[in-house]
């Protein structure tokens, strides 16, 4: 059965089969938004990486297309990025007014295969002349390299102030984001180094430097340089000279596109059209785990596509975040609440692992309360809020299927403080079989987690255990498999 097996996302990308990381060459180009993804050709588990690529024009509806760029001999085609070379300033253009599409990536080499430990990692690009359908690696590669052994996952986009391409890497066990400059692809000098900065405690992977606009506000916004580290993911707001970027949140300040254990190596896309938000997609995995989650014959999906703001409060900027729009064309039938309470449980009237809820509260002012999805016997996962300390909490302890792996059974549950807002909580959740997405306040905070519950484990229940919490409004949706 196709994308009907045990655990399957019905409207997150996944591959139909085979193992995944990091999305990759996130572009948009002429009505399709590519989705380039590290992909073992070979099996279930990493190896052998390769960018596999997908194509949708509403950023939910993926159509699988042949394998990209396969690892060769020599490398193995690890992660980067793709732009448009609009001016033909590589050349690699054949005749006039072809537009090349080119990928940045890091090849990862190693020379002796009995040693792979010893290997390197240089910047290589390949070009297709064919929209993005076949890829030629340039003959010329690689187009940087430190000789250095960790030095990777370049994200490329074009500086129109000051009309040069930006390659954005990462010398990760340095802590260090590094910007380089380029005419044309091929020759890059360097510009500037960023960090050791906000979490260093653990390697620092797959960057990316974009502007994003400000809540309520036309223009080009603020400079948000994010990157991964494992195992999650820390960004910084400032400005970007075309040389140096400056952080102008407080340094001491650590700021997560996402606090839940399964969101990472996260990346924007380059060449959206005028107007239109950034839009961030990660993997919804961790690598403490990811190997060993217990589905077949495909391993990984990626996140839900996020339309990316930001917003002021105090001195510093916050990431807004919402699952791009088009998610409200899979809605099937509504099943609202309104004014109703709680001082211990209630049973929503709906059920499903596939679905999309959207509630107000009004928290109780001592004790958790919050909402249990995928729910029946005491089991569930638990999405709670203390009012008393401000923490909102997902715990996926007691779904069902965590002992497939010490390290996911040791990694139950995750917190980010969340204020209220005029005393209220909203909350924003997509549950998609085994994973979910809760957007809290509006976009401010995002958890996403990954849980392998058994399929008839479907209820709702709200619950407040000391005290009564309000429930204003509750709205749950159905959503629709993308795979029909
Ligand atoms: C991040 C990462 C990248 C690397 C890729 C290899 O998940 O480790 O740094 O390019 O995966 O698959």
Known sequence: PTYKEPYRP?????????????????????????????????????????????????????????????????????????????????????????????????????????????????????????????????????????????????????????????????LPNEHIVQFHGSPDLKTWTHLSDFGPAGDVSGIWECPDLLQVPVDG????????????????????????????????????????????????????????????????????????????????????????????????????????????????????AVVEWKNKSTSSELVFPAKGQVLELDAELIPATAGNCGIRLAADDGLGIIISYNAATQQLSIDRSKTGNIHFDNQFAAVTSATARVPLQAGKLSLHAFLDKSILEVYANDGATVLTTQLFPAANLDGIVFFSEEGTTKILSTRVWALKSIWQ
């Open 217 to 332: 506000h036309t223009g080009k916004g603020k400079w948000v340089l994010m990157n991964s580290q494992q195992f999650t993911m820390q960004y910084f707001v400032g400005e970007f000279d075309g040389t140096v970027f400056h952080n102008e949140n407080p340094a001491d300040t650590i700021l997560r596109p996402d606090y839940g254990p399964d969101f990472y190596a996260g990346i924007t896309y380059n060449n959206l059209p005028a107007g239109q938000d950034p839009v961030l997609i990660g993997w919804a995995n961790n690598w403490k785990y990811a190997q060993a989650i217990p589905t077949s014959p495909w391993r990984s999906a990626m996140s839900l596509p996020r339309s990316l703001q930001l917003k002021k409060t105090g001195n510093t900027w916050t990431l807004l975040q919402h699952p791009v729009k088009a998610l409200k064309n899979l809605r099937g």
């Open 10 to 170: 019905q409207y997150h990308f996944s591959p139909h089969h085979n193992w995944t990381n990091d999305p990759n060459g996130l572009v948009y180009y002429k009505g399709e938004y590519h989705l380039f993804y590290q992909y073992n050709p070979m099996g279930n588990t990493w190896g052998h990486m390769s960018w596999a690529h997908a194509v949708s024009k509403d950023l939910l509806h993926w159509q699988p297309l042949a394998l990209a760029i396969p690892e060769d001999e020599k490398n193995m085609i690890f992660s980067g990025s793709c732009v448009v070379d609009k001016n033909n300033s590589s050349g690699f253009a054949q005749k006039p007014g072809q537009i090349p599409l080119i990928a940045v990536y890091t090849a990862h080499i190693i020379p002796d295969k009995s040693k792979p430990d010893d290997y390197m990692q240089t910047q290589h690009i390949a070009y297709s002349l064919d929209d993005g359908s076949t890829w030629t690696k340039y003959s010329g590669n690689p187009v940087l390299d430190l000789h250095k052994k960790d030095f990777r996952d370049p994200k490329v986009f074009w500086y129109e102030r000051g009309k040069k391409w930006i390659m954005v890497t990462v």
